[in-house]
């Protein structure tokens, strides 16, 4: 019998034993005994149940502890790395020779930079936009900032600011496609401008100045070759005629000068007609025949295997670019010579100029179309011209919507030049 | 002025007669002596409203006048000979310092319909100038 009911029998009933009480009793007895010994061994589960989990509870709250200690740094980090990011963005701002100005999404001025503020001459960060806007109603400062906090950027090329001049673009601040802000950028362009206009002035000066000189040198020349006591004197003679050719020289580099600037602000008018290009080419083959035979190279014509479709196109443009590709390879060989041809592709015309010459080297042919750089190249190699003459002629062929390429060139062994027009007429440039 | 009635008297007034207008005097000799080499008659004046006296009184066959000049600028005096019914015939042919292609637009440029034949660069060869002064005087 459990221990504590027997405890609790003696006292209420004395010393009787089981055996002696009736059997109900007996019965009743033992099912209490059975039910004392099942909430013992329930309560000792309770227990141990109790300490198992206050043992677990503890072991929890340490690791709990640990972890907000390690968020707690890496909060503390980040807010520092932020803090970092932020007085680095602050300090590239700042020193930029940009200026920038951020506006909110109603518009309000957020931040100016240094530059900015410079710029503009106003430390007052709230209404330099309005500065800007009162200085230059013409463009509308206003109207563009709220177009950029719809989403439209806009670019003002150039804005003469006092002694400055400055080029103006609008953008957006978008965070996932949403604007929430507008930016101002203010970049001084004035030293690029300056220059611009120096080029400008020297060019036009290198036209009305440099032109009447050489006119007179290269006159003079010829004059003296037409006098009969030059002609006695072959070592006089050779000398004027240095003389007359270098004249002649510095008046293509002045002319190529001077068409660059033309073409390169869509100053030529195109007058486009029915052209028939094998007549073009094979006079200008004749008139370039001299410079061959100078240098004791050929220069021939293969004749067309097939008749040649017209197209259409500003013939004396077209001389311009034979005459450049054919002299750049008279120039450009010792030995052999130059082929001219044409060819009929059935809605192109080619023109290919093949020459025996130095050839033209990798690194050269990815620059030979660019502006001066192609005159750095070519000055060394050729020792003639301005060198802008494939640029030229590049330019030219594509006005009138053809294709100039260098279609092939091994060192040593000589450059094939092809330049292509399309038999449908081009429309002609406006100003023509 | 002085220089033109000399010339008129010293040269054949049977050969056709050429006014050249340029204000750099080395320029000018040196066009007169070569056009002259070749049988033309030269007047010369070195500026627009001088060119415009000359042209009236001598009505040459053609005329070479420069754009750029002190006094009276070419384009001026042309458009001063265009004007006037007494010389409104009268061949006139620019003498440009202007690059090839700008040369070769010059006369879409020109206001007045008609008012020059055209172009010639200078820096020209002189055998080729006398080429383009024979082809603009049958023009």
Redo the contacts between chains.
């Keep these: 019998m459990n221990r504590i009911l027997e405890r609790q029998l003696k006292r209420f009933i004395g010393e009787a034993t089981l055996d002696s009480m009736p059997l109900p009793w007996q019965e009743l007895l033992t099912a209490i005994s059975d039910t004392y010994t099942h909430s013992d061994d329930d309560r000792s589960l309770i227990l141990r149940s109790i300490d198992i989990a206050s043992k677990e509870f503890v072991e929890l709250n340490k690791k709990l502890k640990s972890e907000n200690e390690i968020i707690e740094q890496k909060v503390q980090d980040r807010t520092q790395e932020l803090d970092y990011e932020r007085t680095k963005l602050n300090e590239i701002a700042e020193h930029m020779a940009t200026g920038a100005i951020l506006l909110d999404s109603k518009g309000v001025v957020t931040f100016a930079n240094t530059a900015a503020k410079k710029m503009l001459k106003t430390s007052d960060e709230p209404t330099i936009v309005r500065t800007l806007d009162e200085r230059f109603p013409a463009f509308a400062i206003m109207e563009r900032v709220k177009q950029s906090l719809d989403g439209h950027s806009s670019l003002i090329p150039e804005v003469e600011m006092d002694e400055l001049i400055l080029s103006v673009s609008f953008g957006s601040l978008t965070n996932e496609s949403r604007v929430f802000g507008a930016l101002i950028w203010l970049n001084d362009i004035t030293a690029q401008k300056m220059l611009e206009r120096a080029k400008d002035q020297f060019l036009a000066i290198a036209?009305?100045e440099m032109?009447?000189p050489?006119?007179?040198i290269?006159?003079?020349a010829?004059?003296l070759l037409?006098n009969e006591h030059v002609h006695a004197d072959p070592e006089f003679k050779e000398r004027v005629e240095v003389v007359e050719k270098n004249?002649?020289r510095l008046?293509d580099i002045?002319?190529d000068f001077?068409?660059v600037q033309?073409?390169d602000q869509g100053?030529?008018?195109l007058k486009i007609q029915p052209v028939d290009v094998s007549k073009i080419l094979e006079e200008t083959c004749n008139d370039l025949a001299h410079l061959a035979q100078e240098k004791n190279l050929f220069l021939k014509l293969t004749p067309p295997a097939s008749p040649i479709s017209t197209i259409h196109v500003d013939p004396?443009?077209l001389q311009?670019i034979f005459i450049n590709l054919i002299s750049n390879a008279v120039h450009n060989t010792q030995k052999g010579g130059i082929t001219a041809s044409v060819v009929d592709e059935g809605g192109f015309v080619r023109v290919l100029i093949e020459d025996t010459g130095i050839g033209i080297s990798t690194k050269d042919q990815t620059r030979l179309f660019k502006k001066f750089e192609t005159s750095n190249t070519f000055l060394h190699s050729r020792e003639y011209g301005s060198g802008l003459g494939l640029y030229i002629s590049n330019l030219l062929a594509q006005r009138m919507g053809g294709e100039l390429k260098l279609e092939k060139s091994e060192m040593g062994v000589g450059s094939t030049f092809g330049v292509s027009f399309p038999l449908t007429p081009v429309a002609p440039a406006a100003s023509? | 002025m002085e220089k033109s009635n000399m010339n008129k008297n010293t040269a054949a007034l049977a050969s056709p007669c050429i006014l050249i207008v340029d204000d750099d005097e080395t320029l000018l000799k040196i066009y007169k002596t070569k056009l002259t080499q070749v049988g033309f008659r030269i007047l010369t004046a070195e500026n627009g409203a001088e060119a415009l006296t000359v042209a009236a009184k001598e009505r040459p066959d053609l005329i070479l006048i420069d754009m750029k000049m002190p006094v009276m600028d070419g384009l001026t005096a042309v458009n001063k000979l265009k004007e006037d019914p007494a010389t409104r015939d009268l061949k006139v042919v620019f003498l440009t310092a202007f690059s090839d292609s700008a040369t070769a637009d010059i006369n879409g440029n020109i206001k007045i319909e008609n008012a020059t034949l055209g172009a010639i660069k200078k820096g020209i060869g002189l055998d080729d100038l006398v080429v383009e002064v024979r082809r603009y005087m049958t023009k």
């Design positions: 036209s009305h032109r009447t050489l006119a007179i290269r006159g003079s010829e004059l037409g004249a002649v008046l002045v002319n001077l068409d033309n073409i100053n030529i008018p004396y443009r311009q023509a």
